[in-house]
């Protein structure tokens, strides 16, 4: 009886410890930051992560669901974004998207993601068209690298 209460509690234990850390990404504040790569500086998110921009969406307005989404997710926060090195304050903001969540927005611009970047500071796909248009990365200025 006491093997199976100390399995008991110790299952408990790696269950909490499982629930918890996904919880604890979210309350940390979400950053945009600003790194060299092959393409000058450009803008990565807080782990790393560059960040894209797509040529077809409206300034403020994403065109980018379903499909699209899966492949270029978008870069979506519950809080508010900080501005990290080489980023300015006042070109971030968001944007509300169709189910409700909040996409992260640079001079307007919304961000997304690339599912094939796997590891951090991964570029790859700079000046790629897909979904209508073309999709490519931000300078800190909020030009797009062409």
Known sequence: MDMKILVFF??????????AAP??????APTLTAHSSAFGKVLFDGHGFVLYAFGK???GRSDCSGACANKWPPYVVRGKVHAGTGVKASLLGTIRRSNGSRQVTYAGRPLYYYVGDKNAGQILCQ??????GLWLVVRPSGKLVR
Not at 10 to 19: G, I, M, P, Y
Not at 127 to 132: L, P
């Open 10 to 19: 110790a299952a408990t234990a790696v269950a909490l410890a499982v629930t």
């Open 23 to 28: 919880m604890a990404a979210e309350q940390a």
């Open 57 to 59: 969406d409206s300034r």
């Open 127 to 132: 000046n790629v068209s897909e979904f209508g």
